[in-house]
Each structure stands twice: as C-alpha cells, then as structure tokens.
C-alpha cells in the first residue's frame, strides 16, 4: 500500500433516529417555554458560569434536540443558576427551570 500522506477521519455524522430524546421531551413537557428558544446565543453571551468554565447554554439545548444526552450529563452541573440568561432571553425562556428540569430528567435516567 502507498503512503498518500493522509488518511479518512472518523465518521462524525449524528444518528438521530438512534439517539434517545427521552430528556427532551421530558423538559418540554414541564416548561412549555423550551420549545420557543431559536438558539440565538443571549444566554450564552450573558452566562456567568460561561466566563469560568466552557459551559455553553446554547449548545446544551442543541444536544437535548439531538438527544446526544451522554454530553448533556457532563455539562449540566458546570450551570450556576444565577439567572442572567432568563433576564437577556428575548424569547422569555425560562432557562432556570430549563435547567432544572433538565437536572431531573438525567437523575432519572
């Protein structure tokens, strides 16, 4: 075999007929807000606990829709709950009980 230099990087596309989207569903189901966030990264941009970790607020509701909740149990204790994203939301999502709901869910699970 010849040595090109280079070789195939691994698949990165995402199942989402195999991912499970149980926490999703959960969160809509006890704060109906959820489902109005357009991901326009407010809360993210205002997150305190984003300024001293890598939590991202916006990427987490992205891998809750993907249902890639593997990563969401690894992100969702790094959140303070201090409230700035519900305040700059301009949807009016209530992030806090986003989270908290979000919590409950993976306890469950």
């Known amino acids: 075999m010849i ?22 569903r959960f969160v809509k189901k006890h704060e109906p807000s959820f489902s109005v966030c357009i991901a326009c990264g407010t809360c993210t941009a205002t997150c305190s606990a984003g300024q001293f970790t890598d939590f991202n607020f916006r990427k987490l509701m992205i891998m809750i829709h993907r249902g890639e909740n593997q990563k969401v149990r690894e992100e969702i204790n790094k959140c303070m709950l201090c409230g700035k994203c519900f305040l700059a939301c301009p949807r009016n999502v209530n992030t806090r009980n986003v989270i908290l709901n979000i919590k409950k869910a993976v306890d469950l699970n």
């Open 3 to 24: 040595d090109f230099g280079y070789s195939l990087n691994k698949d990165r596309q995402i199942d989402f007929d195999n991912n499970d989207r149980k926490i999703a």
